[in-house]
Every structure is written in C-alpha cells, then in structure tokens.
Nanobody
Framework: QMQLVGSGGGLVQAGGSMRLSCSAS????????LGWFRQAPGQEREFLAT????????FYADSVRGRFTISRDNAKFMMYLQMNNLTPADTAIYYC??????????????????WGQGILVTASE
C-alpha cells in the first residue's frame, strides 16, 4: 500500500496563488506516476495534471494548462501543485493520486490506485 497525505489549501482571493503538497510513503516512490485531480460540488472528479516517475513529460488538462504546474521531489517523497491566477471556478476538493509508472498518459480516475484524503481550495471573488 502507498499512503498519500495532501496538505495546503484554504481560502484565496481570485487572481491569487496557492501551492498544494502531497507526501508519499509505503512504496518505492519512483515506481509510480503521479497526478492531481479535483472535484467541485455536484460534479465528477476531474483530471488536472500528471507526469511519470522522474517528473518528465508533464501533461495538463486544458482547463489548467499555463496556470498550474506539477512537480515532484523524489528525494523527499513529495509532489506539489502550484496554482496561479486562481478563479472561483477552481474552487473544489483537490486530490493527489498515484499509479504504477508506465509510458501511457492516464487521465481517468480508474487508472490510479492510491489517493490522498482531499484538500479543500476555495477561491473567492
């Protein structure tokens, strides 16, 4: 089992920035590709970003490309999501996730085996 624990989040004004963190334990960190998703009230969980075990070749959803940046620090078993120029539409619970590393870019929730507990992000007007 891999355990993922997300942190960060809170309230930010529109146009502001926030960084989410996710710590991992329990498995060989570099065996896993990582991703971020979010779920707004009444909506399905939405893919945001993913990359492979080395942090190379990040792939972003159109809704966040150019505003959000995914990164990882394998030495610290950490993953991050830097979010800039936030709008009220970004208000959601954010989840970090992990799946066995492969050459395929996976954007569906079903492809990810492990999930963090969720981090609430609220962007106000």
């Amino acid at each position: 089992q891999m355990q993922l624990v997300g942190s960060g989040g809170g309230l930010v004004q529109a146009g502001g920035s926030m960084r989410l963190s996710c710590s991992a334990s329990g498995r060989t960190f570099t065996d896993y590709a990582l991703g971020w998703f979010r779920q707004a009230p009444g909506q399905e969980r939405e893919f945001l970003a993913t990359f492979n075990w080395s942090g190379s070749y990040p792939f972003y959803a159109d809704s966040v490309r150019g505003r959000f940046t995914i990164s990882r620090d394998n030495a610290k078993f950490m993953m991050y999501l830097q979010m800039n120029n936030l709008t009220p539409a970004d208000t959601a619970i954010y989840y970090c996730a992990a799946r066995p590393s492969s050459s395929v870019v996976e954007v569906t929730t079903a492809a990810y085996n492990y999930w963090g507990q969720g981090i609430l992000v609220t962007a106000s007007e």
